[in-house]
Nanobody
Framework: QVQLVESGGGLVQAGGSLRLSCVASGSILSINVMAWYRQAPGKQRELVALISSGGSTHYADSAKGRFTILRDNAKNTVYLQMNSLKPEDTAVYYC??????????WGQGTQVTVSS
């Protein structure tokens, strides 16, 4: 049994910053890829960024240059630092963690709202 708890969402003005956190807990052998997705109203869930166990990263074009994904393996935590936020970044943000021997799990989601 594993759990993911997200935090850090909120309301921010355009141009502002937020830092999302996702902490994994439970019976964890090891963690492979950690990722952030988002889903805006009426749209499909989309990948924002991911980071491998070795630290390699991949970003959606919309996130490049503005968002940074980080992980702290000792704390089983993945972060998403979001800078220069735009109204179109408004969405529910979900972390997804790939656990060895278990598979992928989703966090509960955290709302990010960017006002213009």
């Amino acid at each position: 049994q594993v759990q993911l708890v997200e935090s850090g969402g909120g309301l921010v003005q355009a141009g502002g910053s937020l830092r999302l956190s996702c902490v994994a807990s439970g019976s964890i052998l090891s963690i492979n890829v950690m990722a952030w997705y988002r889903q805006a109203p009426g749209k499909q869930r989309e990948l924002v960024a991911l980071i491998s166990s070795g630290g390699s990263t991949h970003y959606a074009d919309s996130a490049k240059g503005r968002f940074t994904i980080l992980r702290d393996n000792a704390k089983n935590t993945v972060y998403l630092q979001m800078n220069s936020l735009k109204p179109e970044d408004t969405a529910v943000y979900y972390c997804n963690v790939q656990f060895a021997g278990i598979g992928g799990r989703w966090g509960q989601g955290t709302q990010v709202t960017v006002s213009s």
